[in-house]
């Protein structure tokens, strides 16, 4: 039987459902996250890949028609984050999606069409004991070049990342921490520091510590609406009985210390937004956060915490060098993905739209900036 392309017409709980039986589930190809980014002016394009009633492959196409004036006004651009889903490994379904995507590139008069799949290249930091290649991904990516896609220079997301296997017990993830993490975990209890949920009364407080974490730590964030918006969402899922996010608030005697939003999604949890203010940092308030955040995943049953941001590439000077060593500290896997590649339909107009575009999202992001310093570095968010 063959399997055939075709717009997806049910609702978001139907589509949660039926991505959630593909390979590799994603948060960011969730209806819920399509929904946000709508408010935002993107449309949603679901398409399914069927083989008889059996979904094969999904993928949630968002569209952003481009404003240019009169010249450009047919022009749009498409972005599939965290996808498609899809067994990669199977050469004739993936070589069918990437036609049926490059043909739909053409019909949505996409100045280029920009997907960045899970598709995993390699395990741990490479040089180091233990890491190791997947050759089903570089493979992929060859296949990508030679059909003319190009590694984006506007990585949206993080391409490499850490997960923690959750299926391990409590005594199994403590053990596999480095020291001085389960030191400074146990130095939080003692000295006070609580962990709580936090409510929605709460979000003010939250984007607060946010913005004065940006301004800190030297990347640049969106207006607090949008923050909202998201929360908001996957506070309250539609159709869902539980919520696919929740914040917790690190206090020391009844004041916020640190905070951080936790997604799930599939079984996957994952930390989009952290949050700490530099009161009581030698109280080690993040390290009973993450630590208390993993026992609140499992307990929801998820089985993978993804820590959301890994260095591109893994050297002291990288950006992410010292959110790395953190994240490394709490025992989980590099994982080094394929990243985003773009298919390009008017070439010239790619080149002149991606040598604007980080300076123009760096001026809309800077404009709603906590106490903005034009020294400041910019770093992409990473969603």
Known sequence: MSVSMQPFRGDGQEWDRLIQRLPAPHLLQSWEWASVKEQYGWEKRPMLWMEGDTPRAA????????RWGGFAARLSLVYLPKGPL??????SLRQQVLDDLQRLAHRFGALFLKIDPD????????????????????????????????????????????????????????????????????????????????????????YEMYAETAERDGFIIRE?????????????????????AEALIAEVEGEAVAGLFLFSFAGR???LYGMSRALHREKMPTYLLQWEAMRRARAQGCTMYDLWGAPDEFQEGDR??????????????VVRTLGAWDYTIWPFGYRLFTSWLPRWRAWQRRRYSYGASETR???????
């Open 119 to 206: 598709v995993i290249l390699g395990y741990g930091v490479p040089g180091r004991e233990g890491a190791r290649e997947e050759a089903t991904g570089w493979a992929i990516a060859g296949e990508l070049e030679r059909r003319g896609w190009r590694f984006s220079p506007e990585q949206v997301q993080f391409r490499n990342t850490v997960w923690v296997d959750l299926r391990l017990e409590e005594a199994q993830l403590l053990a596999q921490m480095k020291q001085k993490t389960r030191y400074n975990i146990r130095l939080a209890e003692r000295k006070g520091v609580y962990v709580r949920l936090a409510t929605p009364a709460d979000w003010p407080l939250l």
């Open 320 to 333: 992410l060098w010292g959110v790395f060593r953190f994240k490394e500290g709490l025992g989980g896997l």
């Open 269 to 271: 949890a994952y930390y």
């Open 377 to 383: 570095k910019e770093v992409r968010e990473g969603v």
């Open 59 to 66: 993928a949630m196409l968002l569209r952003k028609p481009l």
């Open 224 to 244: 607090r609406e949008y923050y909202y918006r998201v929360w908001e969402r996957f506070s309250h899922p539609e159709g869902e009985a539980a919520p696919r």
């Open 86 to 91: 899809l067994d990669w490994e199977d050469v």
